[in-house]
């Protein structure tokens, strides 16, 4: 083994080695800890305020206890942690800025392999792309998806908030069942219980080889859970001896492995900004092509939450990740190395499926659409994104007029109206939701229905956005439009009543007016003026990329490697 990275801390000697030493030894640390053992950085991202990671403490203990018996040394620190459902005004704002603080925390210290711990939506994708851009040794271990929720003997789950919602909207549900329904709904430890955001990044990780196998599907509150943790405890301490590192792992290959089984478990459309931003840091080529040519021949195998019933528990107990991915072994990449050294077909030899209710075969899918659809035109010259197994077949290809929120606040304040000119073939556009014009890319491009087409029984329009949807909702949206209205894009300039023309067999998204009515429109068209003059937003603002690239910082693109050149003594 190499001469280890921690010893330019604790091999020291004099005046600085006994600083690094002495310092530690408050913790109760004996001194031939710092002999020469592999120490183990535990990158947590518990928090109470992220109730999804709320355990990630607790599973913290088991990665030490797996640390310690291979002859590891664990140190655990926190970094900063995105609860999805409290932090305002969106946790992508911040996915950057909390892949700022892992890098460094973990570039700073004396480590020399890293697991990282997340759960909650973006608390994955941001430790990840920080430690890409460091490239130690690093595993992943998610916290694990909840328990289906429970009410009136019948399983629910985050999609389901969307209908019962509009179910109260209607006055069809009583505020008071409305209320009863929240004690049900999260009823364990970890993140939401459907393939949303956070199942498709703990999807994500395991199809891109960096955890063990099974990170994906294995209930938080369930005991192998623990296991798991321990395992990749002990993992990661022979990690460090074999010096494999994340760009080992994280090959081309692995982010197409990784597109392809996210189209065959249903996974969000959040997982294109996110893996756009980790193949960038790790200095992968991936463009958004690539998610579409990749994910086009691949069915949906998955029959989960939102584009079918289940709910993540029910995919572990079918056979997990791991069968799911033995199913595409004829379309997977051979050969690609995964954390424990195996590939990841090798990995999914011996997966048996216990159930094709849940996961079904090659041959005969749950749905024959799957991934993620990119549609592109004068609208979106850079790439617009839909998920056709969330989709409503019959709008997929359709022509009508565009009705126009020019905010997210607008269309709150306004989609109640009984005036509303709108109707069921109506195009609703959401405008100013995009990364530098809300700022930071909300979800809130499902817009729900107007109430007056809800109450005529419609059930799904075409809805268009230049901001993201929440893994868990459906519906016909087009999402991530690039460029983005605030920066000028023809998004920005269609107004009420322009048409519109989206046809996704054929990947295209046409707004029906012509270029010199867009030269005059443009010449009025004035930026929105978002009043931020300081801190981490004005950066994020002045530096943010757009949907197609992955929406990360410009300059934080690759990564400075794990060199420290000077001491802080
Ligand atoms: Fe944390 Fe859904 S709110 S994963």
């Known amino acids: 083994m190499a001469k280890l990275r921690s010893q ?22 004996p001194s031939d800890e710092f002999e020469g053992k592999p120490v183990i950085g535990i990158c947590n991202t518990w928090s109470e305020l992220t109730p999804c990671n ?46 700022m603080d892992a890098e460094e925390s973990i570039r700073g210290n004396p480590l020399d392999g890293i697991v990282l711990l997340g759960g909650c939506d973006k608390t994955t994708p941001s430790i990840l792309m920080g430690a890409c851009s460091v490239d130690l040794p690093t595993v992943f271990l998610s916290g694990g998806p909840m328990l289906a929720g429970k009410h009136k003997g019948k399983s629910i ?13 209607k006055g069809e549900l009583s505020q008071e069942e409305f209320v009863e329904i929240e004690a049900g709904m999260c009823r364990s430890d970890g993140h939401c219980a459907v393939m949303g955001t956070a199942s498709t990044m703990a999807c994500m990780v395991e199809s891109l080889g960096v955890t063990l196998p099974h990170n994906a599907a294995i209930p938080a509150s369930d005991s192998r859970r623990k296991v798991l943790a321990h395992l990749t405890g002990r993992r990661i301490v022979d990690m460090v001896k074999e010096d494999l590192k994340l760009s080992k792992i994280l090959t081309r290959k692995a982010f197409e492995n990784s597109i392809m089984v996210n189209a065959a478990v249903g996974g969000s459309t959040n997982f294109v900004v996110h893996l756009l931003a980790i193949a960038g840091r790790i200095g992968v080529e991936l463009n958004l092509e690539d998610f579409d040519k990749f994910s086009e021949e691949i069915p949906l195998l998955a029959n989960l939450q939102p584009s079918g019933d289940h709910f993540m528990e029910d995919l572990y107990y079918a056979g997990g990740l791991p069968a799911i991915i033995k199913e595409l072994k004829k379309q997977l990449h051979k050969g690609v190395v995964t954390a424990n050294g195996k ?14 209710n849940i996961i079904e075969s090659v041959e005969s899918p749950f749905k024959d659409d799957s991934g993620i659809a990119v549609v592109k035109g004068n609208l979106c010259p850079n790439g617009g994104i839909i998920k056709p197994s969330a989709a409503t077949p019959a709008l997929m290809q359709h022509k009508g007029k565009a009705y126009v929120f020019e905010t997210v606040e607008e269309y709150k304040a306004t ?22 014009g809300y700022p930071g890319m909300p979800e809130v491009g499902n817009i729900g229905l107007p109430k007056k087409m809800l109450d005529q029984g419609v059930t799904d329009m075409v809805r268009i956005s230049d901001g993201r949807m929440s893994g868990t909702a459906f519906g ?18 269609v107004k009420t ?25 443009r010449k009025d068209w ?32 690759g990564g400075s490697g794990s060199e420290v050149s000077r001491d802080s003594h």
């Open 8 to 29: 330019q801390w604790f091999g020291k000697e004099g005046k600085d080695g006994f600083i690094y030493r002495a310092w530690m030894k408050n913790q109760g640390i």
């Open 476 to 493: 016909t949206v087009i999402l991530h439009v690039s460029p983005e209205s605030a920066v000028g894009g023809a998004f920005g300039l």
């Open 526 to 557: 004035e930026a929105p003026d978002l009043g931020v003059n300081r801190g981490y937003v004005k950066m994020y603002i002045d530096h943010v990329e757009q949907a197609h690239e992955g929406v990360d910082l410009d300059f934080l693109k």
């Open 415 to 436: 989609i109640d109206s009984p005036d509303l000119e709108v109707d069921k073939t109506s195009v609703l556009i959401l405008k100013n939701a995009g990364p530098k």
């Open 343 to 356: 590939s990841l077909l090798e990995n999914a030899e011996d997966a048996t499926c216990y159930d094709r």
């Open 54 to 99: 709320g355990h990630l403490r607790e599973l913290a203990e088991f990665v030490k206890k797996g640390v310690w018996e291979a002859g590891g040394f664990p140190l655990e620190f926190p970094v900063m942690s995105l609860g999805e459902t409290l932090m305002k005004p969106t946790t992508m704002l911040y996915r950057n800025l909390a892949s």
């Open 497 to 521: 009543g322009d048409l519109i023309e989206l046809d996704v067999p054929n990947r295209k998204l046409t707004l029906h007016v012509s270029d010199e009515e867009l030269t005059l429109r």
């Open 157 to 169: 789950g985050t999609t389901d908030i969307w209908k019962f919602s509009d179910a109260n909207r």
